[in-house]
Nanobody
Framework: QVQLLESGGGSVQAGGSLRLSCAGSGFTVSIFCMAWFRQAPGSEREAIADIDGSGGVTYADSVKGRFTISRDYAKNTLFLEMNSLKPEDTAMYYC?????????????????????WGQGTQVTVSS
């Protein structure tokens, strides 16, 4: 059965780092567009980063230079390396896939083109 499972969230001080993981089951992470989203209480879901089947990446302006999206082919896992974390990064983080080679237009349709989602992992950044 197709499944995505996030892990690696936690509580950190501002300026700290976390590495989130998204393990795929039932499909191959490396050949599809994969994306990270986040949602804070009272806020809309926000696209953070994506990576398409060719390895091309896109980042939201709010995380450029601080976050890095990548994949481990052998482990069939998607990663999000988060550095220089800020309190405004506090949110539930989700990985997702549209099971297509190319990603949708970045930030479009509130992620509705992504049919496969993980359960989320909480990131809390304190100042």
């Amino acid at each position: 059965q197709v499944q995505l499972l996030e892990s690696g969230g936690g509580s950190v001080q501002a300026g700290g780092s976390l590495r989130l993981s998204c393990a795929g089951s039932g499909f191959t992470v490396s050949i599809f567009c994969m994306a990270w989203f986040r949602q804070a209480p009272g806020s809309e879901r926000e696209a953070i980063a994506d990576i398409d089947g060719s390895g091309g990446v896109t980042y939201a302006d709010s995380v450029k230079g601080r976050f890095t999206i990548s994949r481990d082919y052998a482990k069939n896992t998607l990663f999000l390396e988060m550095n220089s974390l800020k309190p405004e990064d506090t949110a539930m983080y989700y990985c997702a896939s549209n099971r297509r080679f190319w990603c949708p237009v970045f930030g479009a349709r509130r992620g509705l083109d992504f049919g496969y989602w993980g359960q989320g992992t909480q990131v809390t950044v304190s100042s």
